[in-house]
């Protein structure tokens, strides 16, 4: 069975009978056109999300958007009755899980990911706690 995403070997053209540039689209999902679009592993995966999730990753079994934890930390939470801060939240990326099990660094190798971003800002909210604990 022919796959649903490899339309033709043809490629697009404009009206004027000039080749088309992709799209970064389904609509011009061919082999030559997906090579250019796709140089490295991250565009890839960014795009097959896209197009499988685009409001976000989805739960196979239910439909329903992935969440992690439910909620949000409340005053009624754990963090509150312990006198904690929430120091940030890391949204789902399973690249992490993939780093840790492999001892590489998560932050370094995806570093402009919005996880890793939050991992920064994260890090951030401790050496500040750390830095006026330490002053007090």
């Known amino acids: ?9 043809k490629p697009r053209v404009t009206p004027s009978g000039k080749k088309a540039p992709p799209t970064g689209t389904a609509a011009d999902l061919d082999l030559a056109s997906m090579s250019a679009m796709f140089a490295d592993e991250d565009k890839s995966r960014e795009f097959l999300e896209a197009q499988l999730w ?10 329903e ?5 439910e909620g949000t930390p409340s005053e009624a939470g754990p963090l509150h009755s312990l006198g904690l801060p929430l120091l940030g939240r890391i949204p789902f990326d399973r690249r992490i899980a993939t780093c840790a099990d492999q001892g ?3 932050m ?11 991992f920064r800002i994260t890090i951030d909210s ?10 007090s």
């Open 1 to 9: 069975m022919p796959s649903k995403y490899i339309r033709s070997t």
């Open 54 to 63: 685009p409001e976000g990753p989805v739960c196979p079994h239910c439909g």
């Open 65 to 69: 958007a992935l969440e992690l934890f």
């Open 104 to 106: 590489r660094s998560f």
């Open 108 to 118: 370094d190798e995806h570093a402009l990911t919005p996880a890793s971003q939050a």
């Open 126 to 135: 401790l050496h500040g706690l750390m830095e006026q604990r330490r002053s």
